[in-house]
């Protein structure tokens, strides 16, 4: 802020120096306060100011800044007013009284005293075009958004603003009347087509996003963001190769990032689980992305493997997406289960043993760390892991089933056939009323 209005460094001559002298010492007392946030002590010192003399506009916008960091916000408005009254064209004293509005929810004098300030900065037109959107002048606001495009080029804010206005209306006519309009204006923008792509896909109109991706492929043969819609279209349109293509472009892509990746794999997994002679390709892309494995696209390799009956190589993108995560209970779950599947039960009963430290009232745990053992021929382990997680078991009749059967199978293993027996009639009991 330039104080040149205040010539504190002029002598006075006159009987009114004494005035002068304590107007200055006050201002720079109130600009001292201000700064160490003493505001309240600013604000004595500034209306000490406006007594020795009101003619000082700088005065008042002192007082609208430390009303506003006091939330005193009638008071700042009113020393603002002044400011601007004696000097309106003065940008300073306008934006305060702009924030002052905003800080209010002011919107209608908000947007009469930006239309104050336009002038001076591209900013403010923009921040207009956020105000009528608040005041739901949607029409007032996309002219102002056109003529900073025109002007300026598009940007990021700008669309933000634009998308804004077009959720909040409804209209993806015009939203995407002015993608196209952006698309011929500049063809080799890819941005602006694959924008244009999402929108269609989004309004349903599939027919021409699939279009709209083809005609981006040829103008840019190298692009590889399309193929992040183009292989959805290529499978819909029953073109399997193509859409392994677009898959494995995507996935081998360093600028895609490895969320999006995941998403495609899953899907190149589940088609190829369905259409099995791709296998091959499916294959071969793991291979190619070998070192860049999320624990999201190892764990789609382990449940496809798991469909196929394939439970050893399923175990193995398990276990690897385990390495990544290592308290992934949904992981522990699927690695402990397929290893007792697999008969290797001293790894489970380690494994279930250290992870029910991790996660002390899954009963799944005990239930598993049991069968292990009882497999190993520990009949008194089982018992004592079964027993103690049979108290988390909570409305799941199955679950409470299964512990009752071990611990039969567990005290047979350990010669007391009575309890065996009683523990079998629990889980019969328990079976019957499911069915």
Same mark, same amino acid.
């Given at each position: 802020?330039?104080? !040149?209005?205040?010539? =504190?460094?002029?002598?006075?001559?006159?009987?009114?120096?004494?005035?002068?002298?304590? =107007?200055?010492?006050? *201002? =720079?007392?109130?600009?001292?306060?201000?700064?160490?946030?003493?505001?309240?002590?600013?604000?004595?010192?500034?209306?000490?100011?406006?007594?020795?003399?009101?003619?000082?506009?700088?005065?008042?916008?002192?007082?609208?800044?430390?009303?506003?960091?006091?939330?005193?916000?009638?008071?700042?408005?009113?020393?603002?007013?002044?400011?601007?009254?004696?000097?309106?064209?003065?940008?300073?004293?306008?934006?305060?009284?702009?924030?002052?509005?905003?800080?209010?929810?002011?919107?209608?004098?908000?947007?009469?005293?930006?239309?104050?300030?336009?002038?001076?900065?591209?900013?403010?037109?923009?921040?207009?075009?956020?105000?009528?959107?608040? !005041?739901?002048?949607?029409?007032? #606001?996309?002219?102002?958004?056109?003529?900073?495009? &025109?002007? =300026?080029?598009?940007?990021?804010?700008?669309?933000?603003?634009?998308?804004?206005?077009?959720?909040?209306?409804?209209?993806?006519?015009?939203?995407?009347?002015?993608?196209?309009?952006?698309?011929?204006?500049?063809?080799?923008?890819?941005?602006?087509?694959?924008?244009? +792509?999402?929108?269609?896909?989004?309004?349903?109109?599939?027919?021409?996003?699939?279009?709209?991706?083809?005609?981006?492929?040829?103008?840019?043969?190298?692009?590889?963001?399309?193929?992040? #819609?183009?292989?959805?279209?290529?499978?819909?349109?029953?073109?399997?190769?193509?859409?392994?293509?677009?898959?494995?472009?995507?996935?081998?892509?360093?600028?895609?990032?490895?969320?999006?990746?995941?998403?495609?794999?899953?899907?190149?997994?589940?088609?190829?689980?369905?259409?099995?002679?791709?296998?091959?390709?499916?294959?071969?892309?793991?291979?190619?992305?070998?070192?860049?494995?999320?624990?999201?696209?190892?764990?789609?390799?382990?449940?496809?493997?798991?469909?196929?009956?394939?439970?050893?190589? #399923?175990?193995?993108? *398990?276990?690897? !997406?385990?390495?990544?995560?290592?308290?992934?209970?949904?992981? +522990?779950?699927?690695?402990?289960?397929?290893?007792?599947?697999?008969?290797?039960?001293?790894?489970?009963? !380690?494994?279930?043993?250290?992870?029910?430290?991790?996660?002390?009232?899954?009963?799944?745990?005990?239930?598993?760390?049991?069968? #292990?053992?009882?497999?190993?021929?520990?009949?008194?382990?089982?018992?004592?892991?079964?027993?103690?997680?049979?108290?988390?078991?909570?409305?799941? &009749?199955?679950?409470? &089933?299964?512990?009752?059967?071990?611990?039969?199978? &567990?005290?047979?293993?350990?010669?007391?056939?009575?309890?065996?027996?009683?523990?079998?009639?629990?889980?019969?009991?328990?079976?019957?009323?499911?069915?």
């Amino acid at each position: 802020m330039n104080y !040149a209005q205040v010539d =504190f460094n002029k002598r006075p001559n006159d009987d009114l120096g004494d005035v002068e002298d304590m =107007f200055q010492e006050n *201002f =720079f007392e109130a600009l001292k306060q201000s700064g160490i946030e003493n505001h309240q002590r600013a604000i004595d010192a500034l209306l000490k100011c406006e007594k020795l003399d009101n003619s000082k506009t700088v005065v008042y916008y002192e007082l609208g800044k430390n009303y506003i960091a006091l939330k005193n916000f009638g008071a700042a408005e009113d020393a603002l007013k002044k400011a601007t009254s004696k000097e309106p064209e003065n940008e300073w004293y306008l934006d305060q009284l702009y924030e002052v509005y905003n800080l209010q929810n002011d919107t209608d004098k908000a947007i009469k005293t930006v239309k104050q300030l336009v002038k001076y900065h591209p900013d403010y037109r923009q921040d207009l075009a956020s105000l009528y959107i608040k !005041a739901k002048k949607y029409k007032d #606001a996309l002219k102002i958004l056109d003529d900073l495009d &025109a002007e =300026f080029g598009v940007n990021q804010d700008r669309d933000y603003l634009r998308n804004e206005i077009y959720n909040l209306t409804g209209n993806d006519d015009d939203r995407i009347e002015n993608l196209e309009e952006r698309v011929k204006a500049n063809p080799g923008n890819e941005t602006n087509y694959l924008n244009l +792509i999402y929108r269609y896909s989004e309004t349903g109109d599939t027919k021409k996003a699939f279009e709209t991706a083809k005609e981006l492929l040829k103008i840019h043969p190298e692009s590889r963001l399309v193929h992040l #819609a183009l292989y959805k279209f290529y499978l819909d349109a029953n073109e399997p190769k193509n859409a392994i293509l677009s898959m494995k472009t995507v996935l081998q892509s360093p600028e895609i990032n490895p969320d999006a990746k995941a998403k495609v794999f899953n899907d190149f997994v589940n088609f190829v689980s369905k259409n099995p002679e791709y296998e091959k390709d499916l294959i071969e892309i793991t291979a190619l992305i070998d070192t860049d494995k999320s624990t999201k696209t190892l764990t789609e390799l382990g449940q496809y493997y798991l469909k196929l009956n394939d439970k050893p190589k #399923a175990l193995q993108y *398990f276990e690897e !997406a385990l390495k990544q995560d290592t308290k992934n209970f949904a992981i +522990i779950k699927d690695v402990l289960l397929l290893q007792l599947d697999l008969n290797m039960d001293d790894k489970v009963v !380690a494994k279930s043993k250290e992870t029910i430290e991790l996660f002390p009232a899954q009963p799944i745990l005990y239930l598993i760390n049991g069968v #292990a053992n009882n497999k190993l021929k520990q009949p008194k382990k089982a018992i004592e892991s079964l027993e103690t997680g049979l108290d988390y078991v909570i409305d799941d &009749a199955k679950m409470e &089933a299964d512990f009752y059967t071990q611990l039969s199978l &567990a005290h047979k293993l350990n010669n007391n056939i009575t309890k065996s027996e009683a523990f079998t009639k629990k889980a019969e009991a328990l079976i019957k009323q499911q069915q």
